[in-house]
């Protein structure tokens, strides 16, 4: 194939699966359909670099694009999801990290007293906040908890690509008592992002409703905040002084979650940290001098 005709066949493409997908209602078609095209061609390049395609790949296009039209999430078509430094394996059945959660990182670093060495990631998911500290903080090492069973052996997998025999994962559900846990204490940071939506709230966009988990969504109790108030409760337990809590929340949970954390006791610094785009969306409690926490041992493994 000439590299002109490559050329055109690409342009009809990308007019025709922007279209496609457009009329489907994804948010963004020319961008999936460039990434849908790339993943078609086997390429990581740049479209406008390619000169040969393979032989299947008006096949392979056709089918990738089939599935996004039925709003199926780009990162489970094509495996992996970006997050920080890091492109991080995806599965079905287990919560996309997203971009917004990136933050979480950055303000650890920003507030906690101190180095950081051990951490501990709640409710991990993909693994996506625990294998970033792996993959930034070196001398790190970091203990995830995750209760859903395909999640936590994802969460094992990107640990492992981010910093080999640096991380163990927990699977283990956090409203209940875990013996295995309590005893890392005391750790530098618990960071977080919980399910908390509320019972009655329902999540707008298609491919969150089909393909995230409900467990992975919705907190528990009135207000969503069960399992957020566990994580609260449980980096109470397993923070030295200095030592910080970083938990992601929605925008109207700000007083909530802070409420949570004062009634707790034992943080002395409450603060709301807004996203990019100036919304409520974390927590941070420092934990206080004075009492101690619960465990001995430290994140040996
Ligand atoms: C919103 S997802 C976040 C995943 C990951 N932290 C991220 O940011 O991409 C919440 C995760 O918490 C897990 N989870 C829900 N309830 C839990 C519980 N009681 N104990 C431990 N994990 C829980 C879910 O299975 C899900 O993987």
Request: charged share 25%; aromatic share 2%.
């Amino acid at each position: 194939m000439q590299a002109q005709e490559v050329r055109t066949r690409l342009r009809s493409a990308l007019a025709e699966t922007t279209r496609r997908l457009g009329e489907a209602g994804v948010p963004s078609p020319s961008v999936d359909a460039r990434a849908l095209i790339a993943h078609a061609a086997g390429t990581e390049k740049p479209l406008v670099l390619l000169d040969e395609l393979p032989e299947a790949f008006a096949e392979q296009l056709e089918h990738l694009t089939a599935r996004r039209a039925l709003r199926e999430p780009l990162q489970l078509i094509l495996g992996r999801a970006p997050f920080r430094r890091l492109m991080l394996d995806v599965r079905p059945g287990v919560f996309i990290p997203r971009p917004e959660t990136e933050r979480a990182v950055d303000l650890m670093r920003e507030h906690v007293e101190g180095s950081v060495t051990e951490v501990v990631d709640l409710c991990s998911g993909s693994g996506a906040l625990g294998a970033a500290v792996l993959d930034e903080l070196p001398r790190s090492r970091v203990l995830s908890v995750e209760v859903d069973p395909v999640a936590a052996d994802l969460t094992a997998h990107n640990l492992e690509r981010a910093g080999p025999a640096r991380g163990r994962v927990l699977e283990a559900d956090l409203l209940g008592e875990i013996p295995e846990l309590a005893v890392v204490a005391p750790v530098d940071a618990v960071l977080s992002n919980p399910p908390y939506i509320p019972p009655e709230a329902v999540p707008r966009d298609a491919e969150v409703l089909a393909h995230d988990p409900h467990r992975a969504l919705f907190g528990g109790g009135q207000d969503g905040l069960e399992v957020p108030r566990a994580v609260i409760a449980w980096a109470h337990r397993l923070l030295r002084p200095g030592g910080v809590l970083i938990m992601e929340h929605a925008d109207v949970q700000g007083t909530a979650a802070r409420e949570a954390a004062a009634g707790r006791g034992g943080f002395d610094l409450l603060r709301t940290v807004p996203d990019l785009t100036g919304r409520d969306r974390f927590l941070v409690a420092r934990r206080a001098p004075g009492e101690p926490t619960s465990g001995s041992e430290r994140l040996s493994r």
